[in-house]
């Protein structure tokens, strides 16, 4: 019933810029929290982003400055505004959605390289 569908990963160069979109079905999705996560070979999976319904957001350290969530409520989507991107950037992202984290996108890589 729920579905996250991620879009917007590739390969950019250090210092480029992404726009990942994530789309949502199956939830009121004004009313979810929602956020990115991102997972390196070798690494546990880390919290990016996340944005309330009120709108609060919050970063990981490590993207402050650089990334910006947000979200559009009438197109049921989440993005992850991605600049100044740096090689360590590298991995696949995640869409999550719910109160307690409970639904999942398919991941969409993202390759930070020269």
């Known amino acids: 019933q729920v579905q996250l569908v991620e879009s917007g990963g590739g390969l950019v160069h250090p210092g480029g810029s992404l726009r990942l979109s994530c789309a949502a079905s199956?939830?009121?999705?004004?009313?979810?929290?929602m956020a990115w996560y991102r997972q390196a070979p070798g690494t546990a999976r880390e919290l990016v982003a996340r944005i309330l319904s009120t709108g609060v957001t919050n970063y990981a350290d490590s993207v402050k400055g650089r990334f910006t969530i947000s979200r559009d409520n009438a197109k049921n989507t989440v993005y992850l505004q991605m600049n100044s991107l740096k090689p360590e950037d590298t991995a696949v992202y995640y869409c999550?959605?719910?109160?307690?984290?409970?639904?999942w996108g398919q991941g969409t890589q993202v390759t930070v390289s020269s």
């Open positions: 199956g939830i009121i999705f004004r009313l979810n929290p």
């Open positions: 999550n959605a719910g109160r307690f984290y409970e639904y």
